[in-house]
């Protein structure tokens, strides 16, 4: 157990619609990062958070967004859903060390 | 920016036998380096990391990695594996000492290890 939780652990949803992804990060971390992991791109990071602020910024699409709040809890949002958008999403945090939550299966039918 | 290559996207080997997982990276900075694995259906758990100080790591499961800088490698090794190693490994880098707050990873495309009775 990474101490970093990840909810829901599925979720399966229609093209166009919205989701959010929500991240737990380990007591005492203030970073939260998050990665896509799909068969075709691999996995890539998309966005980091520290104490609430954005921080770096990877290959994330516009239709996604995040935001961490004053309790370091984050979440991802994805908006106007595409078959492409099924992947796995992880949340990470601690800093040099980064400790992987169980990740959240997305499938968009 | 950094890059990394995993040299086999598969390797099969029989239980007991020794295995090397390659994996180059890429950088005009200094980096960390981590292995991690993944079993089917769960997260990504860390197996070594480096950082700084001696080249030769040890990590979990008996497993242990070499830093070599001239050649920008980070093989993964362990000298006698078991049908429970069966798994995907990573091998990621992130940018070292920052003087930030941004270890952001960069993941090779894994190297899935097959192990055969």
């Known amino acids: 157990d990474s101490g970093v939780t990840q909810t829901p652990k599925h979720l399966i949803t229609a093209t166009g619609q919205r989701v959010t992804l929500r991240c737990s990060p380990r007591?005492?971390?203030?970073?939260v990062y998050w990665y896509q992991q799909s068969l075709d791109q691999g996995l890539q990071f998309l966005i980091q958070?520290?104490?609430?602020?954005?921080?770096a910024k990877g290959n994330i699409l516009e239709r996604f967004s995040a935001q961490q709040f004053p309790d370091l809890h984050s979440e991802l949002n994805l908006s106007s859903l595409e078959l492409g958008d099924s992947a796995l999403y992880f949340c990470?945090?601690?800093?040099?060390?980064?400790?992987f939550g169980p990740g959240t299966r997305l499938t968009v039918l | 920016a950094q890059s990394v290559t995993q040299l086999d996207s598969q390797v099969p080997v029989f239980e007991e036998a020794p295995v090397e997982l390659r994996c180059n990276y890429s950088?005009?900075?200094?980096?960390?380096l981590f292995w991690y694995v993944q079993y089917p259906n769960q997260g990504l758990q860390l197996l070594l990391k480096?950082?700084?100080?001696?080249?030769l790591v040890k990590g979990i499961n008996g497993f242990e990695a070499e830093f070599n800088k001239s050649q920008t490698s980070f093989h993964l090794r362990k000298p006698s594996v078991h049908i429970s190693d069966t798994a995907e490994y990573f091998c990621?880098?992130?940018?070292?000492?920052?003087?930030?707050?941004?270890?952001?990873?960069?993941f090779g495309k894994g190297t899935l290890l097959t192990v055969n009775p």
């Open positions: 990470a945090s601690s800093g040099r060390e980064q400790f």
């Open positions: 007591s005492g971390d203030l970073s």
């Open positions: 958070y520290y104490n609430g602020e954005e921080r």
């Open positions: 950088s005009s900075v200094s980096v960390y």
């Open positions: 480096y950082l700084s100080g001696s080249t």
């Open positions: 990621a880098v992130s940018r070292g000492l920052s003087g930030g707050s941004n270890y952001k990873l960069t």
